[in-house]
């Protein structure tokens, strides 16, 4: 444990967090679907898309808030057919991440958003699958899948794909909620959640990111998250923030995502160094890199450029990162144990 910062000159504290090593905790791997590929997927599988270009579709990247971006999201994912297509897809994702010296990965999917247009529930699974044994062997990289709940259909529908997935149980590291967070909170998925601990997935859920401090509180207490995906508006409750800190439940947050989907009208706006300062177990994340403006390392570098953040805040997001994990215990060390070395390595002292 490098307690000491002092060495590290500020100039160079951007590429010291690119090289280090970090865990990635809040991907959905349809958001990491760039539009070139986007189109390339879709020309061979003729499907077309609502728009003529990759750059078209980019222009259309000027999101009011989150379901103006799920309506994009969902529509450039329709071209997703085959099981080499979700292979692609997450080799693709997979080669990124490894750039930005992400050594964890814990990945992931909207099932409902394929299923729903008759692609097999195994097609989207198996493809996955594949890019992940092959980044293992390849790049060295470890990832898993987090099979999300779309919280603006029902339970019901949630307890469907909760059946299709359970012959394939030992893929899946967990379960998480997302999409629309408005009007959909998360005592609409307590039974299903309550299944899925039984069978020893995780559970994680998205909350606090449009929605207010009370629906990270029953995401807790309901669905038994134990992590909170953004979970940036916890500030505005101080009980809620204490029981955080007291519980050191993580909160996985994603700068350029609040930034792009008006949860903060500027990075420089955002709450990252508050949630650091009131003790919370934060973490930089990159949600939808494709439709945000950047993988993890772009997340880091640009909230670091815009905020008072130092490399005390550098070295302990980074190995909240590597904490909050469902890495075993060892693994954690050993990566904690890679981070400290850099840390303490000579990083402008002459
Ligand atoms: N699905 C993909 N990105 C999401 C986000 N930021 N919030 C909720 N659901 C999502
Ligand atoms: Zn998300």
Known sequence: ?????????????????????????????????????AFEIGRRNGVA????????????FAFTGLQSFLDVYYAAASVLRTEDDFDDLTWAYLQRAHADNVVRAEIFFDPQTHTARGVPFETVLCGMSRAITRARHELGISAALIMCFLRHLTEREAFETLERAEPFREHLLGVGLDSGERGNPPEKFANVFDRCRRLGLHAVAHAGEEGPPVSITAAIDVLGAERIDHGVRCLEDEAVVARLVRERIPLTVCPLSNVTLRVFDTLAHHNLPKLLAAGLRASVHSDD????????NE??????ASLPLTAADAYTLLRNSLESSFQNAAEQARHVDRLDALFSEKWGRD
Request: aromatic letters at 12%; proline letters at 14%; a negative charge.
């Open 1 to 37: 444990m490098p307690p000491d910062f002092s060495h590290i000159q500020p100039k160079r504290l951007p590429a010291l967090i690119a090289a280090a090593p970090k865990a990635e905790l809040h991907v959905h791997i349809e958001g990491t679907l760039e539009p070139e590929l």
């Open 49 to 60: 898309l609502p728009y003529e270009s990759p750059e078209s579709l980019r222009k259309a």
């Open 289 to 296: 890199p494709a439709y945000f403006g950047g993988f993890v």
């Open 299 to 304: 997340n880091y570098r640009q909230a670091f």
